[in-house]
């Protein structure tokens, strides 16, 4: 199977060892992940202004790239795949909106079958591995289970929220990770701010409010019993990285070794 794929600044520069654990997984898995061309950033976060326009046209022309391929559109970075999440649906759903953005990415005297309504089925790579690979595959694609291991999934807060949009998993009680956790043979920890904000965002403005919260998560884990985390998000690996005393693993990374295309 294929899927269009967009990998977001930070897999493509600091966190480029993550992306190709995520392409090399799939491969392993029978999915061919064909990386969008001229590609660009997806903007970092979803302005709810509804009047803003520009910031969202990467998202757009990622999402109409999809659909004239006949493709899903699969992200790995939960905050890449949180803006082409709220734009698909913002195109679905707001008429005014969609007419404006076709307005910007559509030429004159393009036929309307060439604008972009909102129908591409956008995936999170955790998404790909529930829903289309399926969990009960990739325990049989397992050759180096993590038996033995306590692992924490910290889901943070663009995975999840808007609940009403995002749809991937209940956002007050998930399970997707926990259930990644089970399938490559380790143990799942579960503890109280799993979901909670890191403090990433406003890492620069007020750092000490950064460190206090991801100090807080992290000590959580470790009070529960985890012998790391594991997160979906680059952006919430660095700031939890400088923070805590237990290892931050990226989930494409810990996939890796549980296929056993990296020793662990």
């Avoid at 060892?17 to 898995?29: N, T, W």
């Avoid at 590609?39 to 004239?68: H, M, P």
Wanted: aromatic share 8%; net charge neutral.
């Amino acid at each position: 199977m294929k899927v269009s794929y967009f990998p977001g600044c930070t897999l493509k520069t600091k966190a480029k060892q993550l992306d190709d654990y995520a392409r090399s997984c799939a491969e392993v898995l029978g999915i061919k992940m064909e990386e969008i061309p001229n590609w660009q950033c997806c903007g970092g976060v979803f302005n709810t202004s509804s009047d803003e326009i520009a910031t969202k046209l990467s998202a757009v022309r990622a999402l109409s790239y999809a659909e004239k391929q006949g493709q899903p559109l699969i992200s790995v970075c939960s905050a890449c795949h949180n803006v082409l999440k709220q734009t698909n649906h913002a195109m679905q759903t707001d008429a005014v909106f969609a007419s404006r953005v076709n307005h910007y990415i559509t030429q004159p005297g393009q036929a309307a079958a060439q604008a972009y309504m909102g129908n591409t089925q956008v995936y999170h790579y955790l998404e790909l591995l529930r829903d289309i690979i399926g969990f009960d595959r990739i325990r049989d694609a397992v050759k180096k289970p993590l038996t033995g291991k306590k692992i924490g999934a910290y889901y943070g807060c663009l995975m999840l929220r808007p609940s009403s949009t995002m749809k991937m998993d209940d956002a007050e009680n998930p399970r997707i990770m926990e259930d990644f956790i089970r399938a490559i043979g380790a143990e799942p920890v579960i503890y109280a701010m799993r979901n909670e904000c890191c403090g990433g965002y406003v890492t620069m403005e007020d750092p000490a409010l950064s460190q206090k919260k991801s100090t807080a998560i992290l000590r959580n884990a470790e009070a529960n019993g985890a012998d790391f985390l594991i997160t979906a998000c680059p952006l919430c690996k660095y700031n939890l990285d400088k923070n805590g005393n237990i290892p931050v693993v990226y989930f494409t990374e810990l996939l890796a070794r549980a296929l056993g295309i990296v020793e662990a």
